[in-house]
């Protein structure tokens, strides 16, 4: 941080109609980091295709844990709503790395990570092999963690 919130409450902010972040223009050490933070998301954008931001995830998340977690929810119901959560969590880990995006692993590894959990879908046993069945298991994220953390 290169300023006090209180410098900031005597700018203007605005939202970025692209990244939605709001900052203050007139205030440059802000202004920089919006920058920052616009470049690393159009290379998240560039590189993995997509990116989803902290609003749109948290809408996405509660609607696919309701689907999980109903029995009326067909199999590949579910399937689909745990990879929109899984990708929910990869944006959230890849947006955590910052300008390190780069180091970040791509979607279906992230999700084989993730996925060496065995207790991820609770007791769902059918939902998890079904979904370890077409992405295998692998290290790299520790159980009950849902953040890549790169070999040092
Ligand atoms: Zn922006």
Same mark, same amino acid.
Do not use: W
């Given at each position: ?7 900031? +409450?005597?700018?203007? !902010?605005? $939202?970025?109609? #692209?990244?939605?972040?709001?900052? *203050? ?23 993995? +295709?997509?990116?989803? !931001?902290? $609003?749109?995830? #948290?809408?996405?998340?509660?609607? *696919? ?29 890849? $947006? ?57």
């Amino acid at each position: 941080m290169y300023f006090s919130y209180e410098d900031l +409450g005597k700018h203007e !902010l605005v $939202e970025c109609p #692209e990244c939605g972040m709001e900052y *203050a223009p007139t205030l440059e050490g802000d202004a920089q980091f919006h920058r920052e933070r616009h470049e690393y998301l159009d290379g998240i954008i560039a590189k993995h +295709g997509f990116i989803v !931001l902290y $609003e749109e995830r #948290e809408r996405i998340k509660k609607v *696919a844990r309701k689907t999980i977690a109903n029995n009326n929810s067909s199999l590949p119901e579910k399937q689909d709503a745990a990879h929109s959560l899984l990708k929910c969590y990869f944006a959230r880990s890849i $947006e955590s790395m910052a300008e390190y995006y780069q180091m970040h692993v791509d979607l279906d590894t992230f999700i084989a990570m993730m996925l060496n959990n065995e207790d991820i879908f609770g007791k769902d046993t059918e939902l998890y092999n079904s979904l370890v069945a077409k992405y295998g298991k692998k290290e790299g994220i520790q159980k009950g963690m849902s953040y890549y953390d790169p070999p040092a």
